[in-house]
């Protein structure tokens, strides 16, 4: 078995997936020129669903950072290497961070004040699960998905070293895989 137990079932991500939807579509509707950064590889899958219920264009890109590299633990250092043709793009406009896990927060709060210098007219975040944990750095979530306990998740796009992205809930990756 590669998973212990269900936490979010198809049906539940779909309904959180639409409420998110709908937040952000009210919340941005009138706003011009909504860029999208997505957070690859785990948030690919989410956000895909999310920004296709959208009722406005957006334009999106990707990103890969995180503090993890395929283990279960953070690694405590964020990597990030922007194109300079995407720091062009960021100035003056409304910039939506959209990651699958808040966790330990590096990822998120690195990211956001690594924006800055490149004056961005304002930056939300939107993230589909938060851990229970508290976490290393504290970063206002704009638009939250599901709140999860502390175990390591796969699925809707969160993987165990590559692995299990493609199943259609989220579940708590059994301890046994582990080892
Ligand atoms: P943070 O920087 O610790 O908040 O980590 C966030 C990143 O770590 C997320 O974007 C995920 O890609 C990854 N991550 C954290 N927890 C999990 C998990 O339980 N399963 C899969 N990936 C995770
Ligand atoms: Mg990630």
Do not use: W
Request: with cysteine; charged share 20%; net charge negative.
């Amino acid at each position: 078995m590669i998973y212990d137990r269900i936490l979010i079932t198809a049906e539940q991500l779909d309904a959180g997936i639409e409420t998110l939807a709908q937040q952000i579509d009210s919340a941005h509707r009138q706003t011009e020129g909504l860029l999208a950064l997505v957070l690859l590889e785990g948030a690919r899958i989410f956000a895909d669903r999310l920004l296709s219920r959208l009722s406005f264009p957006v334009e999106t890109e990707y990103l890969k950072i995180s503090s993890y590299r395929g283990g279960v633990k953070s690694t405590g250092q964020v990597e990030l290497n922007l194109p300079a043709a995407l720091c062009e793009k960021i100035q003056g406009r409304p910039v939506l961070i959209i990651d699958d896990i808040y966790d330990t927060g590096l990822t998120l709060y690195s990211l956001a004040e690594h924006l800055r210098q490149y004056k961005p007219g304002s930056v939300k975040t939107c993230v589909l699960l938060e851990k229970q944990v508290p976490h290393q750095k504290n970063i206002a979530i704009d638009f939250l998905g599901f709140s999860v306990e502390d175990v390591f998740v796969i699925g809707c796009g969160m993987d165990y070293q590559g692995q299990y992205r493609e199943l259609p809930f989220v579940a708590a990756l059994h301890p046994k895989q582990l080892g």
